[in-house]
């Protein structure tokens, strides 16, 4: 499930369940919702479970994230199982809506990308040799800048076969980019701060959360960093204490997690932080896309602007000729 459907998934199931039906009958009731139509099989196999005495979190193993179920397993040892599920549907909720929104930022800069590739296309492919058909009967010598545009149009396809290996070389270097880079970092730490405090708020014990997300965000560095903190954290040290001294997390983090844990509130400030970073990286996102728009847009206009002028310099200088 993606997390708008998870969101979706714990709060149906909690307003079931407050209604004061029984966590099987609620599971019959999800398993005819339209919205997990697609997963009728797995609830069904959730349902199974459920009845062969299985609890939820074990029973949903198969169609949830880890955070979730072991949220719901701490939640069933307290007795509070509404309440962490009314908060896993708040979590994945904003989380659907932060993904939303970096999509979304990012559609008008891939539109004009794939604009003008598709234009660069059509007319290397279709209006560029009509062009050279034409110059050739013509017999005038042609401009420098002609010559380069025509030369392209007739071998275009060898630039694009070479750049296919540079782009392959690029797709894994390119999260090394100091932008780039700095927006995975922020990403990964947004994430394991959220589900972090999601997790101790469900009743979580802070090193089963630690386990819990251990190797659920893809990256070898940040998951040794979380390796080195756990180890502190096991041999006595307070997560801030440890956070800090991993050298990974900016320092408003480190101090709010110390707020927060003066306070007895660690949970619910790793979420607020959370939630205060992702704020400042979609300004960030912004900030950078209106940047990105104008600069595509000015080079798409560049280039199709030297093409088309390359084109009627011959024209132009045979008309000069013939005045």
Do not use: H
């Not at 750049?163 to 922020?186: A, E, W």
């Not at 802070?206 to 080195?228: P, R, Y």
């Not at 003066?262 to 950078?288: H, I, P, W, Y």
């Amino acid at each position: 499930m993606n997390s708008r459907e998870v969101a979706s998934f714990c709060g149906q199931l909690r307003l079931l369940l407050s209604s004061g039906l029984p966590l099987l009958e609620a599971m019959t009731l999800m398993r005819g919702l339209p919205l997990f139509k697609r997963y009728k099989v797995l609830v069904g196999s959730v349902i199974e479970s459920i009845n062969e005495g299985n609890p939820l979190s074990l029973a949903t193993n198969a169609i949830l994230p880890p955070i979730v179920t072991s949220t719901m397993q701490s939640a069933e040892q307290a007795g509070n199982l509404e309440a962490a599920l009314d908060q896993l549907a708040k979590f994945y909720l904003s989380r659907a809506e932060v993904e939303e929104k970096v999509k979304s930022a990012l559609v008008y800069p891939c539109f004009v990308l794939g604009l003008a590739v598709f234009i660069l296309v059509i007319m290397f492919v279709f209006i560029l040799p009509g062009f050279n058909d034409l110059f050739a009967d013509l017999g005038t010598e042609l401009p420098i800048a002609t010559l380069i545009v025509l030369n392209i149009g007739k071998y275009w396809y060898l630039p694009v076969l070479g750049l296919l290996p540079v782009g392959f070389i690029m797709r894994n270097k390119v999260d090394r980019l100091p932008v780039i880079s700095s927006f995975c970092r922020q990403a990964i730490v947004i994430q394991w701060l959220a589900s972090m405090g999601a997790l101790l708020k469900g009743g979580t014990p802070i090193l089963a959360a630690l386990d819990t997300l251990a190797g659920s965000i893809k990256d070898v560095k940040f998951n040794e960093v979380v390796g080195e903190v756990r180890g502190k954290i096991e041999n006595g040290e307070k997560l801030s204490r440890a956070v800090e001294e991993s050298g990974y997390f900016p320092a408003e983090v480190v101090q709010m997690l110390k707020v927060g844990e003066s306070s007895g509130q660690l949970s619910d400030m790793l979420l607020s932080v959370a939630d205060f970073k992702t704020r400042e990286r979609e300004e960030n996102l912004k900030k950078l896309t209106s940047l990105i728009e104008p600069a595509l847009t000015l080079s798409v206009g560049l280039i199709v602007g030297f093409i088309v002028i390359a084109m009627f310099l011959p024209m132009v200088n045979m008309i000069s000729n013939i005045q």
